[in-house]
């Protein structure tokens, strides 16, 4: 469409800016005068001059103006408006870009009496009547009209004054006052305005009755008496008046009183019906005839025949008493608008309605009334569909909000409580595309990745995952900047679960669990039946629980509180750890995993040379209620000096406790057992048997001879290690590259200097020694070609410049020297033959 466009309508011109050439903009309308001056068209002046402001369908602007307005040239029954258009993207209007708009209409004939309801001012303009005995009066002295009436001057207007005829008493206004309180009055060689904006002090709310018999009203005007107004009809703004102007030396009066209709308007049944009344008492005084001549109706000021009318489903009753309307809401001609009503969408018809009625009396000949009318249902609340379309090969999520009418912008996202605006959605992994369609409408298109940060995961059972995009977007309506929310909550489940996996060790003295992390634990925690095992709870109960991220690692010892114990025979017992992952908020148990080793029962005693045995009776699996307090030996006396849960210990002298003795030719056996009564019984439930050999006589002979240390052995062990490898700029060592000044430059022969740390665990006992380091040409290790910087802990002997292991010593950031190595490297590159593979 163009960005300004013209059309003439009778006495009416209008212009319209189109939505797109005001997109974005601020906007300043002024009236262009003929000698130049561009008049700033605010609301009251429009009021005043006869021009309507008006928002059309979806946000472009219509000017319409009189052809009588102010600042209108009038020639060769032309009349010609010039417009002037400020555009800025600024408030200030800085750096606006400038427009001149200008359009003539033909105004045809006029009716002696013509009457223009517009949404924002009456008015009414008559015919000047000038008897003809005036007319053959010719006046000699020019200055004979200022004599008699000194107020009125040569260079004012034609118009003297205008009366307000109110119930309680008459106001008498010269033309200078009417225009200061917003009255708008003209004159030309044949016609007297008055316009009055409907905010006016002297406007009356008057209501007129349309449910008057025919016979009633025609008795009525047959006897010459006006009908009286009804208590229920048709609210007006009424003003009556009388306007004086001067015709040389005669003063003349007309009636300029005039009336539009406020209400009139009802819903029912999907339908809009507008009624107006014919017969308007405020402009029949002194009227003893009426008869129709016309009665005409159109849309946004086009007239409509009755085919078209028809076609649209409208309806049009010329009734004795009314003129009424009907149209189905929703209707060709209408248009919907977005509508928000305590922070609900909805939607609005609106409709712009033309009514022309002329009709002919005794004391106008002919009167024609327009009536523009804005209708707008009352608020209707919309749904917002939004469908979650998932691209599982890309792993998107395709979120579609909407439809929703063009009046409607997005503004923002609130993505987990911070808002965001729209072109900065992309920088927290959202893309958003506006889908716009053939009437019109548009929707919006979320774009996420499943694996966003705020997209949540949960677990769902049966390797499937449940994800779930929480978004609150923001929209707002044009021109009426009222703004509503819009909860967008979409649920995708894929079949991508990865459940974590673990491997059970033991050695001597522990059991260990060693857990791999999938993808769906994040949030979970271990616990150990009903006991949450916290950092802080494993240090109490000396468990070491280790989490770097892609495995968790718990040790226990064989004999603590949290191990079950089964199988028990003279040669071995079976321990088992069990360990439960549960939902972090839920508490609902996810997984289980279990270690289990058998051990030595050469574990549970001690036989001191001094004749003192600590033996450690366990709980065996099935025996629950039993109390390990009460375990006792053969003498009932001799009870634990160390009780568990799941464990009691006994520490006491072979000659004690009802302990018994066995000799043979060389040795001693003492033998006595641990037991467990029920009350009242005394067949013990629980038997543990053992026993403990010394030898009688024993002689050896020692050969020894003075030799040299053995060197020190090394076992194998498990565990989890965290290190790192940084590169630092100085040989101080002070400051490591960060992730963001990589790559880093460096010049051949020029110095690295790296450093490998142990992270975890923080052990004193521990030493981190280097075995091998190399360099690649690429970033993967095992790529080829590769050149050794350490091997076997030691300098490369075929390197030009060998590698300088410098001494680490305790400082504030170094608690552990041990736990780090740190080595120099000059710079080099990597060929081939006499080629450099890269600078």
């Known amino acids: 469409t163009e960005p300004m466009s013209s059309e003439c309508l009778g006495n009416l011109l209008r212009i319209t800016l189109s939505a797109e050439y005001i997109e974005d903009k601020y906007l300043s309308l002024s009236v262009v005068d003929q000698s130049g001056t561009a008049w700033e068209l605010d609301e009251a002046m429009a009021a005043q001059c006869g021009y309507t402001v008006t928002y059309s369908t979806w946000s472009s602007i219509e000017l319409r103006a009189s052809a009588l307005s102010c600042h209108s040239h009038l020639e060769k029954e032309m009349f010609t408006v010039t417009i002037q258009i400020k555009t800025s993207r600024t408030p200030d209007m800085s750096n606006a870009t400038t427009n001149l708009k200008s359009a003539s209409c033909h105004y045809g004939l006029w009716s002696p009496r013509e009457l223009i309801c517009e949404s924002n001012y009456m008015e009414v303009s008559v015919r000047r009547e000038v008897p003809q005995t005036i007319k053959d009066f010719i006046q000699d002295e020019l200055e004979d009209w200022t004599l008699v009436f000194p107020e009125a001057k040569a260079e004012e207007a034609s118009i003297w004054q205008i009366v307000f005829h109110q119930p309680e008493e008459k106001r008498a206004l010269l033309v200078s006052n009417a225009w200061s309180a917003g009255y708008g009055l003209n004159a030309t060689d044949s016609r007297v305005l008055l316009r009055v904006p409907y905010t006016a002090a002297q406007v009356q709310l008057v209501k007129v009755g349309v449910l008057l018999l025919a016979q009633k009203a025609a008795r009525l005007c047959r006897s010459n008496r006006m009908p009286s107004l009804q208590d229920q009809g048709i609210t007006f703004s009424v003003l009556r008046s009388s306007t004086f102007y001067k015709h040389r030396w005669v003063i003349l009066m007309v009636d300029t009183a005039v009336a539009c209709p406020v209400d009139g308007v009802d819903y029912t049944n999907k339908t809009i019906t507008w009624t107006v009344p014919k017969y308007i008492p405020p402009l029949s005084a002194g009227v003893i005839s009426f008869k129709d001549v016309l009665v005409e109706a159109g849309v946004d000021l086009h007239k409509l025949s009755a085919k078209e009318m028809a076609s649209r489903k409208y309806v049009l009753l010329n009734e004795l008493n009314a003129i009424t309307m009907k149209i189905p809401i929703g209707a060709e001609g209408g248009y919907y608008k977005t509508s928000v009503s305590n922070g609900q969408l909805g939607a609005k018809y609106t409709i712009n309605l033309v009514l022309e009625h002329q009709w002919e009396d005794n004391k106008w000949r002919l009167t024609k009334h327009t009536i523009i009318k804005e209708i707008e249902t009352p608020f209707e609340q919309a749904e917002v569909a939004i469908i979650n379309n998932l691209n599982l090969s890309a792993r998107l999520m395709n979120v579609r909000v909407g439809t929703f009418l063009p009046d409607v912008e997005l503004v923002n996202l609130t993505i987990e409580g911070v808002a965001v605006a729209v072109p900065e959605a992309v920088q927290h992994g959202y893309l958003i595309h506006r889908t716009r369609y053939a009437n019109g409408s548009k929707a919006y298109v979320i774009q996420v990745a499943l694996d966003a940060p705020s997209v949540k995961k949960e677990y769902m059972g049966e390797d499937m995952r449940a994800y779930t995009l929480n978004v609150t977007l923001r929209f707002i309506t044009h021109p009426s900047s009222e703004t509503f929310v819009v909860p967008v909550i979409a649920l995708s489940a894929v079949k991508d679960a990865v459940l974590p996996s673990a491997r059970g060790l033991c050695d001597e003295r522990n059991l260990h669990l060693i857990i791999t992390h999938g993808n769906v634990d994040q949030n979970w925690l271990p616990f150990i039946s009903d006991w949450h095992l916290t950092p802080e709870a494993a240090q109490k109960y ?298």
């Open 542 to 839: 000396n468990y070491i629980l280790r989490d770097n991220g892609t495995h968790l690692a718990i040790s226990v010892p064989f004999l603590s509180s949290h191990v079950s114990y089964e199988g028990f025979h003279t040669s071995a017992i079976k321990a088992s750890f069990h360990l439960t992952l549960k939902d972090g908020i839920s508490l609902a148990q996810r997984t289980d995993f279990s270690v289990s080793c058998i051990f030595s029962p050469s574990e549970l005693i001690q036989c001191l040379p001094n004749g003192t045995v600590i033996i450690t009776a366990l709980k065996l699996v099935g025996g629950e209620d039993l109390d390990t307090a009460l375990l006792v030996l053969r003498d009932r006396q001799c009870k634990p000096s160390l009780v568990t849960e799941k464990t009691a210990t006994f520490k006491f002298n072979v000659n004690t406790c009802g302990t018994s003795r066995k000799f043979n030719s060389t040795t001693m056996t003492y033998e006595n057992e641990v037991l467990y009564f029920r009350p009242g019984n005394d067949t013990p439930i629980y038997q543990l048997k053992f026993l403990c050999s010394y030898a009688v006589k024993q002689t050896a002979n020692v050969l020894y001879e003075s030799e040299k240390n053995p060197p020190p052995s090394i076992k194998p062990g498990f565990g989890c290690l965290a290190l790192s490898l940084k590169l630092f700029k100085e040989k101080s060592y002070s400051e490591p590259y960060q992730e963001s000044e990589y790559p880093v430059v460096k010049y051949l022969r020029e110095a690295l200097y790296f450093e490998v740390e142990l992270l975890q665990p923080k052990d004193a006992r521990l030493d981190l020694n280097l075995d091998d380091c190399w360099a690649t040409n690429a970033q993967s290790q095992d790529s080829l070609p590769q050149w050794h910087i350490l091997m076997h802990g030691c300098e490369n002997n075929k390197d030009s410049y060998r590698t300088v292991f410098h001494k680490v010593n305790y400082s504030l950031r170094v608690k552990f020297p041990q736990h780090l190595k740190r080595f120099e490297v000059r710079m080099f590159t990597f060929v081939q033959g006499t080629s450099l593979l890269q600078e």
